[in-house]
């Protein structure tokens, strides 16, 4: 089993900044491409932003030059540096990677259980 958790989330006033934390436990072999996403009351999911193994991040257009991800493979950890923040940004994040839980399998994509975000005076 797969286990990723996030932490971090909290309440922010606009123009703040937080850390979110995704941290990757259980039978890992091999963790590719880590990625952040989010979800607000009565909106679909989207990307936030996606960082492969080798480092190469992609964010969504709204957030360029705000947010910043990363990754630490020795900690089997992702992060989403957020500044800058702003009331509709509000809602659930969640972590997403893909993992492999053996030499040679096909990767399978893990969610975490999100942590909110709340960006209001």
């Known amino acids: 089993q797969v286990q990723l958790v996030e932490s971090g989330g909290g309440l922010v006033q606009p123009g703040g900044s937080l850390r979110l934390s995704c941290a990757a436990s259980?039978?890992?072999?091999?963790?590719?491409?880590m990625g952040w996403y989010r979800q607000a009351p009565g909106k679909q999911r989207e990307l936030v932003a996606g960082i492969t193994v080798r480092g190469n991040t992609n964010y969504a257009d709204s957030v360029k030059g705000r947010f910043t991800m990363s990754r630490d493979s020795a900690k089997m950890t992702g992060y989403l540096q957020m500044n800058s923040l702003k009331p509709e940004e509000t809602a659930v994040y969640y972590c997403n990677a893909e993992v492999a839980t053996a030499r040679g399998l096909i990767p399978y994509e893990y969610w975490g259980q999100g942590t909110q975000v709340t960006v209001s005076s």
């Open positions: 259980g039978s890992i072999f091999s963790i590719y491409a």
